[in-house]
């Protein structure tokens, strides 16, 4: 039997009730939408014998969600998107700390909280395209490059909002520095072709079709391009050149897909069992390739294993919601909206 689907649309259960009563459950809230997600959960209901209570939501959403429930929430696991939607959680009181041998072997120590209240699932790497035809710019190899004035209006960028974006600086400000990361990001703005629009698949558009040189975006949406049944889609994928940054030093960014077990979770056992089981290598494919994202454990498959490999920042990914803040006042000052 396939785990139980309920929708968090308005915070309103279906007719079949996610409670703590039953103790062979694991009560799962959810970020992720996707059918190999399901088809995860489904083997591990078979491996293990404990039913899926799945609830659907978005990451600020479900957050808001726990904290309100408080102690009568009957979730027992979160997983979201992002690390500093992961530190958000931290920060609410929504997580407790998990010790577990096996997500700390599995797991590398800066993919997951140093305190054990969430561990990094999946990852995306932020790299830099640029329009293939016109070919890859001189001396653009690091992230900081892109503040070069020799880009001048050929840049196009998302909003300064996006929580990509803001951990992108989160893990500037952390290597470089504020004052370093203010100048680069006043860089940035002043090679704007347009102002700041559309999500990472709009930038990805903009740099096939010439309206922009260069710009910025998360692996997974180039994989959805290049594994999509739509000919367009692949056709943008082709005409785009892919930079792994910082190679030469620390590596590219990285950032995370990632669950912890709820600070009142009323399975704890089980939600501990869950995500030691989603380390698995077999599910490890599985939970990556829903998202064209790349595994903790193991290999990458699919699509963006043609991306080819790279070295990634090490830098602990709780850092890049710790200067959220930060990185918000900093973009603000810059003027890129």
Known sequence: MPPTRLLASGFVLAAVAVTADDENVVNV?????YDTDLALYERFEQQTGIRINLIEGSSDGLIARIVNEAEFSPADVLITVDAGRLWRAREAGVFQPVESAVLDNRIPAHLRDPDGHWFGLSKRARVIVYNKGAGLPADLARYED???????????????????????LGSLIEHNGERSASEWANGVVANFRRPPQGNDTAQLR??????????????????????????????????LGVLFPNQEDRGVHVNVSGAGVTRHAPHRDNAVKFLEYLTGDDAQRLFSEGNNEYPVVGPASGPIAGLGEFKEDAVNAAVLGANQALAVKTYDRAGWR
């Open 29 to 33: 809230y959810s970020a992720r939408h």
């Open 146 to 168: 892109l503040a070069d004035p020799a880009l001048g209006g050929k840049v196009c960028m998302r909003s300064s909002g996006n929580i990509y974006n803001l951990s992108l």
């Open 206 to 239: 903009a740099v096939a079709a010439g309206e922009c040189e260069v710009s910025i975006a998360n692996t997974y949406y180039i994989g959805r391009l290049l594994g999509s049944d739509n000919p367009q889609d692949r056709a943008v994928a082709e005409g």
